[in-house]
């Protein structure tokens, strides 16, 4: 006869869940496959020892003890409860069938007491697996507060003594349920006031705008300017902008986390990645490896959160060239034999780059080093379709970062992106004045521009307008300057815009 049941299995860096299988049939030997044979020994004697104390037989048998997963788990002491309660299945004390679906940890003492083993309570805890669908955890003080979570709420009873886990399984008695306070409960709250970042910036209004509209639209920004103007500063200041989050969306953040080995403690903040320009593709969209396990790329952790890539042109091409379905929130597909997955991280994407490799061009020919081969040669990467899929294009200079006043307060500006957002999300409607249609059909004639382009100079000029107007009003009117402001915000659009051909 076969007994399964679930257990706590404490391991560096994760614990984990370890599933014991107990087999039983003629003879009088004891095996153990999957820990040490001298820690499966100790354990027994220990249960055996509890039994006698506790007045519970011990049954003869050849036993093979088999626990997964196997040659992993540090501390053992954590399996002797659902050990023994897989013995007392075997002697028809406890009902079988309801040990695949118990969920149990801690060590027993020689009299039947339950404890947790010495360390865990602090030890490195421990992220909680998805959701166990189990009957009951059944869990002794010390271990309670941290395990309880694993399990469907009001799941984790309070179990500190060998016989309290006999009554409740044969049905004669009740366990407390143990009061927990859900991790969520428990996060961190966002403030992101208390950020230096944005206190510390010198913006022209119409980038502040710029900020405030990429924030709201959730639209890829692309910045681009001389060395020294603070570019990668305003994109961390960005990430104040962020909206702090949700229950659910901490949750997909988690799993994108726990999936690549990084800890994350419950918090509102928004994620924020700042890849170096040497990360290559495959760490910016994942991998599945051999064994079909997904490694999650920079994209992904970035998912409710900022991706901020500095000096895009320093990635590589393939890097740049994969930007280019998530940059128009596409999702894109890993796949590695026979195992594949789509991704569709939802965030922010803000990348910086320098307008040449010596990074002052915008300054004039004076201060530039760089041929205007080697300055076209340097903006090829961004040009065409990828610079295209950043719906808004800021450039910034050495003069306009000097003579640029200090920003708002972040609160206004925070309270702007939100009465904005949850006034679009009503769906108002939209109406574009003639003046307006003009200079965006201008704009499309004069740089040629591409469908896409257009949408995003239609998608920049609307919310330009929402900014601009009262929240709430029933129609948004889009009117020449939203339209002028979206045309300034598409350099890319622009042949050779380095020479700064001006709309006729
Ligand atoms: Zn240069």
């Not at 004697?45 to 992993?72: K, N, Q, V």
């Not at 189990?134 to 271990?143: S, T, W």
């Not at 990084?262 to 490896?289: F, M, N, V, Y």
């Amino acid at each position: 006869m076969l007994v399964t049941t679930l257990g706590y299995g404490a391991a560096v860096p994760n614990a984990c869940v370890a599933h014991i299988q107990l087999h039983r049939t003629q003879g009088a030997r004891f095996h153990v496959s999957g820990i040490p044979w001298t820690a499966g020994r100790n354990a027994v004697s220990r249960i055996y020892a509890a039994f006698e104390c506790c007045g519970l037989p011990r049954l003869a048998g050849a036993f093979t003890l088999h626990i997964r997963p196997t040659d992993y788990l540090k501390d053992l002491t954590t399996l002797d409860l659902p050990i023994a309660l897989a013995l007392l299945a075997h002697a028809g004390i406890v009902p079988s069938e309801a040990l695949p679906r118990i969920f149990s940890a801690g060590e027993m003492g020689l009299d039947g007491q339950i404890r947790p083993p010495e360390g865990i309570q602090n030890g490195p805890e421990s992220q909680a697996p998805d959701t166990l669908n189990v009957d009951a955890l059944l869990l002794p003080d010390g271990l309670g507060r941290v395990l309880a979570p694993w399990g469907p709420r009001g799941k984790a009873l309070r179990t500190n003594h060998l016989n309290q886990a006999v009554a409740y399984l044969t049905g004669l008695q009740s366990l407390p349920v143990i009061a927990t306070k859900t991790r969520w409960n428990e996060r961190e709250r966002w403030h992101p006031e208390d950020g230096q970042q944005w206190h510390g910036l010198r913006l022209s209004p119409l980038h502040v705008k710029a900020l405030g509209i990429a924030a709201v639209g959730q639209l890829p920004l692309l910045i681009i300017g001389s060395a020294g103007t603070g570019k990668s500063h305003m994109a961390r200041a960005f990430h104040q902008l962020l909206p702090g989050l949700k229950a659910e969306q901490f949750k997909e953040v988690e799993h994108a986390h726990r999936a690549k080995g990084i800890p994350l403690s419950a918090s509102e903040k928004p994620p924020l990645r700042t890849p170096h320009h040497q990360c290559t593709a495959a760490g910016l969209l994942g991998t599945i490896d051999q064994s079909g396990t997904w490694m999650p790329g920079e994209l992904s952790l970035a998912h409710h959160g900022l991706l901020c890539l500095d000096e895009l042109c320093e990635f590589s091409r393939d890097c740049i060239e994969a930007l280019r379905g998530p940059l128009e929130g596409e999702g894109f597909l890993l796949s590695r034999a026979r195992q594949s997955r789509v991704e569709l991280p939802k965030g922010w994407i803000v990348a910086t780059s320098n307008p040449c490799p010596c990074g002052r061009f915008n300054e004039g020919p004076l201060h530039c080093s760089c041929t205007a081969g080697r300055v076209q040669r340097y903006l090829q990467r961004l040009s065409g379709p990828v610079a295209e899929r950043f719906a808004l294009h800021m450039e910034t200079t050495t003069a306009e970062a000097a003579g640029a006043p200090p920003v708002p307060a972040l609160h206004t500006i925070r309270e702007q992106v939100a009465s904005t957002q949850d006034w679009l999300s009503t769906q108002p409607a939209v109406q574009t004045s003639p003046k307006a249609n003009r200079i965006l059909q201008q704009h499309a004639r004069t740089f040629n521009t591409s469908a896409r382009g257009l949408m995003h100079l239609h998608a920049v000029a609307r919310l330009h307008a929402a900014w601009e107007q009262r929240a709430g009003d029933p129609v948004i009117e889009i009117g020449a300057d939203d339209a002028a402001f979206a045309s300034q915000m598409r350099i890319f659009d622009r042949p050779r815009w380095w020479e700064k051909p001006e709309m006729p």
